[in-house]
């Protein structure tokens, strides 16, 4: 799999598009990803695999959506 990275301008314009944003953090990830603040900035929702985003200042569970998800799921996810 090849990924290109995106131009600020194109970052912009998919999060101007975006109704939700999905958060699939590396399973090797530890604590919040900047698409949690991304979420934040441009004023979306966010699905994120991150409970622990439930005990942090600025939740508001009107917007952010903690959800369970295997890890073979995701993985199968992050594979398409």
């Known amino acids: 799999m090849h990924f290109r990275a995106l131009s600020r301008r194109e970052v912009i314009d998919y ?3 975006a ?27 966010l699905i994120t695999m991150n409970s622990h985003i439930a ?3 600025f939740y508001d569970k ?3 959506f ?4 295997s890890v073979r799921a995701a993985q199968k996810v992050r594979e398409r």
């Open 15 to 17: 999060y101007r598009r």
């Open 19 to 45: 109704k939700v944003i999905i958060d699939l953090p590396h399973h090797l990830q530890a604590g919040l990803t900047m698409r949690v603040f991304e979420a934040l900035g441009a004023g979306r929702k």
């Open 55 to 57: 005990e942090e200042p």
């Open 62 to 64: 009107r917007i952010m």
């Open 66 to 69: 903690p959800v369970q998800v």
